[in-house]
Nanobody
Framework: VQLQASGGGLVQAGGSLRLSCEAS????????MGWFRQAPGKERESVAA????????VYADSVKGRFTISRDNAKNMVYLQMNGLKPEDTAVYYC?????????????????WGQGTLVTVSS
């Protein structure tokens, strides 16, 4: 199983980025997908999650109204559109896959993880 995250970069505060995560080696349509982030010196935290069908989405309070998670099951892709970026959004962002939809904020519930992509927001 591989989860390949991409789309990170350097952006000014108030700007936008779109992260992508391509999944391979798993039955993508069976899995919920999540985005997590880890800032320097901090623990990894949940950002957003989406159910296998896309019908259910969950967001951390800190990103509600600014970030949007979506997926394309035909392409085995999940996306995170990030608007209104703030310096505190600076982190390495990870995508992850979960077979059993439950508490999407808990890391240990996830079955597979991708490598991270770095997002840096300058003030």
């Amino acid at each position: 199983v591989q989860l390949q995250a991409s789309g990170g970069g350097l952006v000014q505060a108030g700007g936008s980025l779109r992260l992508s995560c391509e999944a391979s080696g798993l039955s993508f349509r069976r899995y919920g997908m999540g985005w997590f982030r880890q800032a320097p010196g901090k623990e990894r935290e949940s950002v957003a999650a989406i159910s296998w069908s896309g019908d259910n989405t969950v967001y951390a309070d800190s990103v509600k109204g600014r970030f949007t998670i979506s997926r394309d099951n035909a392409k085995n892709m999940v996306y995170l559109q990030m608007n209104g970026l703030k310096p505190e959004d600076t982190a390495v962002y990870y995508c992850a896959a979960v077979l059993t939809w439950g508490d999407t904020a808990i890391m240990r519930n996830y079955d597979y993880w991708g490598q991270g992509t770095l997002v840096t927001v300058s003030s």
